[in-house]
């Protein structure tokens, strides 16, 4: 969000920048290597030396082939309101180990992100390993300052997105997904984030008020079994109690009668009138039109057989939450029983709202066979809308929850079933098949020299130098290859024959010939560079961009068993460049 607080303005452009959402990010959310970094950097002289720096990640998550790239504005808005206040510069001082020169301090205290450039990949975007998320440039103090933050607000934010993508991709797109996952994040910041990423990989609303109001997702929710159970309805009963009283020498049998009152009653719901829905006219007696509907249902043929009495305890508390919110009426149907109770009290209720101008929402499943129940719901409001003539009941709306996750969703595809909406917490919002993305952020040029991170496992040997990175997308439009190239390299150009070729083999090569080639980086903090940066958009738009970018890929790329790989390559040119600097940079052994 921008233009909203007075605050550190974004480059040249001169709009505000508000800071992070959370307060607790400052530049002590920090490792505390980055300081003492920083204080070696500044003792030798080289604090002001220009690095560049990639973030990027190296492996898909979730046994997929894909991810979300989410975090970025969070990153955006830290570096637009850097600046060490004098309580933190007093805290680092007492915990660098030795003693610290002042003027390392005074240092500090100067420093601002006005001489720092971050290019990025667009926030919502479907990103693969290798290709860096951001490069961020300036100088190699103040970045190395800024790598465990941004880290840290990229990591879960793509992690929980992409899984709420997956999540996506498994319901469908004429699902509706509700994330409900506050009470078990792992803390209000995982709460809060979760909530904002989940509705950014596709989620369409949220159960957590906090993020509704931070960021303008929608929100949906209704009761729990707790405001069902907390109604108390029992039927007035008399039982003879005999009381055996012993006296010395004789006998007493007493026959007391016992009156079980009414502990809670529907007579106990005080205002019991409800107006139409146009406002023309009221029902006096509410309650009394809602147990009229239960026994026209009870006495219908069409229902005979599959229930009796019901828990008019849930009855009770069903009326009393329509009488409070008659227009978005939806009833948890799973307290007591869902076919024998839970929803021929709904359909009383729905039914009694339907005469007076108003749609109840539906019901939700919160247990048991999830696929079993919302198909015979389903079967139970056709049969509603047969016998009574209440034109849509046979559509009204079923929400399932109940620790859903890829897999029962999946499972419940295949079984069949008659879910409108699901409500995902715990396995969303946690990532619980994977605890962590693992982005990295090396340095890959310092002073207009290359440098390179090697080691004995490929896949954690860095590409170096100041890149660019492209999509090439072929003739069915789908995205085929993304390319990196250096920096004063050709760009691509549409319709002509280019070399890709896998940065660390040697046989894996192809040539493309794009009908479409889309640069990814684009500056997001201009620093002194002059650039016009890239406005941040709101998060409705990058949920936007998210599905679209979704939707370009290849259904074998998206698949949850046994995915395609998306290729990642470079060009000719950089690969070379790539293997010599390797050589030239690796030790040579010595055999005795």
């Known amino acids: 969000m921008e233009g909203k607080a007075n605050g550190p303005t974004g480059g040249r452009t001169g709009r505000v920048i508000d800071g992070p959402t959370n307060p607790m990010v400052t530049p002590l959310l920090n490792d505390l290597y980055q300081f003492t970094m920083a204080y070696a950097y500044w003792k030798a002289g080289k604090h002001e030396e220009r690095a560049v720096f990639d973030l990027y990640f190296r492996k898909n998550p979730f046994g997929g082939e894909y991810t979300i790239f989410a975090g970025l504005e969070e990153c955006i808005r830290l570096i637009a309101n850097f600046k060490f206040t004098e309580d933190e510069i007093s805290f680092v001082r007492d915990s660098l180990p030795g003693s610290c020169e002042d003027g390392f301090f005074s240092y500090l205290r100067g420093i601002d992100c006005s001489d720092v450039e971050v290019y990025a990949i667009s926030e919502g975007s479907v990103v693969f390993p290798k290709v860096p998320l951001l490069r961020v440039e300036g100088p190699v103090a103040v970045v190395q300052l800024l790598e465990t933050p941004f880290v840290n607000l990229i990591n879960y934010a793509s992690l929980v997105s992409t899984n709420a993508a997956r999540h996506r991709f498994v319901a469908g797109k004429s699902k509706m997904l509700l994330e409900f996952g506050l009470r078990r994040a792992q803390g209000p910041d995982g709460g809060i984030g979760a909530s904002k990423y989940c509705y950014m990989g596709g989620f369409d609303a ?46 007493y049998i ?3 009668l016992i009156y079980l009152s009414t502990l809670q009653s529907p007579d106990e719901i005080i205002e019991k009138s409800l107006k139409s829905s146009d406002g023309l006219h009221t029902c006096e007696d509410f309650v009394s039109l809602v147990q009229t509907w239960l026994n026209k249902i009870q006495w219908s043929s069409s229902f005979s057989g599959i229930f009796g009495e019901t828990n008019q305890s849930e009855l009770a508390a069903f009326t009393s ?12 149907v799973d307290t007591y029983d869902v076919m024998r109770s839970g929803v021929p009290n709904f359909c009383a209720v729905a039914l009694a709202l339907n005469d007076l101008g108003y749609k109840a929402g539906g019901i939700r499943l919160d247990s048991g066979d999830l696929a079993y129940l919302s198909s015979e719901a389903r079967k139970f409001f056709r049969a509603i809308e047969k016998e009574f003539g209440v034109t849509g009941f046979e559509k009204m709306s079923i929400t399932a929850s109940n620790d859903l996750n890829e897999e029962t969703l999946d499972a419940l595809n295949k079984q069949g079933h008659e ?7 715990t396995y969303l919002v946690t990532c619980y098949a994977q605890a962590a993305l693992g982005c990295v952020f090396k340095l890959v040029e310092i002073n207009n020299q290359p440098r390179i991170k090697l080691s004995e496992d490929v896949s954690k040997v860095s590409i170096p130098c100041k890149k660019r990175s492209y999509r090439l997308y072929g003739r069915e439009g789908y995205p085929l290859v993304d390319i990196m190239t250096g920096e004063n390299e050709p760009t691509p150009k549409v319709g002509e024959r280019i070399l890709c070729r896998h940065p660390f083999s ?8 794009p009908q479409q080639v889309e640069e990814l980086m684009k500056c997001y903090w201009p620093g002194n560079s002059g650039e016009q940066r890239e406005d941040l958009p709101p998060l409705k738009d990058i949920r936007e961009r998210c599905i679209k970018q979704l939707e370009l890929m290849r259904p074998d790329h998206m698949r949850r068993l046994n995915p395609t790989p998306y290729k990642v390559s470079v060009s000719a040119k950089l690969y070379d460049f790539i293997h010599f600097l390797w050589l030239n940079e690796a030790p040579v052994g010595e055999l005795q």
């Open 206 to 251: 949220t159960s957590n008020v906090a993020a509704g109001r931070l960021f303008g997702i929608p929100l949906r929710g209704t009761h729990s079994h707790a405001f069902v159970s907390s109604f108390m309805v029992f039927e007035v009963d008399k039982s003879l109690l005999f009381v055996v009283v012993v006296v010395p020498g004789h006998t």
């Open 254 to 256: 007493y026959c007391v």
């Open 321 to 332: 939450y329509a009488l409070a919110f008659p227009k978005s009426f939806l009833a948890l």
């Open 419 to 425: 879910v409108d909406a699901f409500g995902i917490g």
């Open 506 to 513: 040697e046989s894996k090569r192809a040539y493309v010939v």
